[in-house]
């Protein structure tokens, strides 16, 4: 399933660099979205990037830990799995840009593209389930992955209040709750899975 996200995500933003048209036309606005209804931004500014470079880091880190949950997913969740993992992926979609979405209602300028919001709540289910896996941040420097979502989340709230640099932190910051909490909602005796794995020595 992780597979297949990444071919169409990719060829439709492959082709979006070559028709800026499509970028203009269904990147997120919240003005656009609000004011004129205009209500596929919300889920197809998910399959466009910003450059080639954009792509494939988000490709990269959906391939790395959407193949690992998918696994995790497989385990726990049995012939439910593909749904289940379809309603993470395109449910923090939607989820993630919701602060976005009302913070800059009136700016007409506020775009965004990109599967960040969605990325993230995928590396963090993956995280849900195996919280001290390593991870490579930066793929050099090892940490725990609870240790990362922690500094992350410090990072993305910091830089969502701070930050200039046209990243959408708080998309990052939504999604990745989003992720977390995901495995809980479908069954809450997961929590207490994630307590197990936490505490154990």
């Given at each position: 399933?992780?597979?297949?996200?990444?071919?169409?995500?990719?060829?439709f933003?492959?082709?979006?660099?070559?028709?800026?048209?499509?970028?203009?036309?269904?990147?997120?606005?919240?003005?656009?979205?609000?004011?004129?209804?205009?209500?596929?931004?919300?889920?197809?500014?998910?399959?466009?990037?910003?450059?080639w470079?954009?792509?494939?880091?988000?490709?990269?880190?959906?391939?790395?830990?959407?193949?690992?949950?998918?696994?995790?997913?497989?385990?726990?969740?049995?012939?439910?799995?593909?749904?289940?993992?379809?309603?993470?992926?395109?449910?923090?979609?939607?989820?993630?840009?919701?602060?976005?979405?009302?913070?800059?209602?009136?700016?007409?300028?506020?775009?965004?593209?990109?599967?960040?919001?969605?990325?993230?709540?995928?590396?963090?289910?993956?995280?849900?389930?195996d919280?001290?896996?390593?991870?490579?941040?930066?793929?050099?420097?090892?940490?725990?992955?609870?240790?990362?979502?922690?500094?992350y989340?410090?990072?993305?709230?910091?830089?969502?209040?701070?930050?200039?640099?046209?990243?959408?932190?708080?998309?990052?910051?939504?999604?990745?709750?989003?992720?977390?909490l995901?495995?809980i909602?479908?069954?809450?005796?997961?929590?207490?899975?994630?307590?197990?794995?936490?505490?154990?020595s």
């Amino acid at each position: 399933m992780t597979i297949i996200i990444i071919l169409i995500t990719s060829v439709f933003s492959i082709i979006a660099f070559s028709h800026h048209s499509l970028i203009y036309k269904y990147q997120f606005n919240p003005y656009q979205i609000i004011k004129r209804r205009q209500y596929a931004r919300l889920i197809l500014h998910a399959f466009l990037h910003a450059n080639w470079t954009h792509l494939i880091v988000n490709m990269l880190v959906l391939y790395s830990f959407g193949t690992v949950l998918e696994r995790s997913f497989q385990q726990f969740f049995g012939i439910n799995w593909i749904p289940y993992y379809l309603v993470l992926y395109f449910g923090a979609i939607l989820v993630s840009p919701l602060y976005a979405l009302v913070k800059h209602r009136n700016d007409y300028l506020h775009n965004a593209v990109g599967a960040s919001g969605a990325v993230s709540a995928v590396v963090f289910a993956a995280i849900f389930f195996d919280p001290w896996n390593k991870i490579y941040f930066f793929g050099m420097i090892p940490m725990p992955g609870i240790v990362f979502a922690v500094l992350y989340l410090i990072y993305s709230g910091l830089m969502s209040h701070r930050s200039k640099d046209n990243i959408a932190h708080d998309t990052h910051f939504f999604g990745a709750i989003f992720g977390f909490l995901f495995p809980i909602l479908l069954n809450p005796d997961l929590f207490s899975f994630f307590i197990r794995q936490l505490t154990r020595s």
